[in-house]
């Protein structure tokens, strides 16, 4: 099976230091959606890990967080893809989850879901806790640029991280 997890912010979406709260600030970073699509009618699952910690700060109900997520199926679905699972970690950083990245709950579960293993598996994240999240399960650590991207490469990475302009950048290698 060709399984590709995705993080979130700053990968499909751009991300804001003042959270995602609102359908209006979900916007699509340019060759995201192309690149889901892309990756889907080539036969790839794509799945999606997320914190949202917003959910518990109270910056956004779980409602709004699905509509996002409705959205992002609608964008993909037009261009004849399809987004697999979205797993996201509604905790708060103090609450001990197993679920919230640089933990890497959220991987076992998809792993679990799709009955895969989940060594050698892209895991595609802008954040310094994506890339831990993957090294934990021994997934492929894979930064892009976006979101948090450049902050992220100002500090050492985990051994082996490849590291890529955007998704659309991750597509093009995969698809080649
Ligand atoms: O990149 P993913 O995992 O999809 O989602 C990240 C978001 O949940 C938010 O995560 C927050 O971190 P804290 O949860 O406050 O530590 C901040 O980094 C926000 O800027 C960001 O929007
Ligand atoms: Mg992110
Ligand atoms: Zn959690």
Redesign the pocket.
Known sequence: MKLLIL?????INY??????KTLEEWIPIPGAIEAIARLSRAGWTIAV??????LA?GYYDLATLETMHARLRQLVAEQGGEVGLIVHCPHG?DEGCDC??PKAGMLKHIASHYAVELAGVWFV???S??LEAARLVDCQPVLVKT??GQRTLAKPLPAGTLVFDDLAAVAAQLLQ
């Open positions: 993080d979130r912010d700053g990968v991300d804001s230091d003042a959270y995602i890990a997320t914190n949202q910690s917003g700060r950083p919230r990245k994240g802008d954040s806790g994506d979101g948090k």
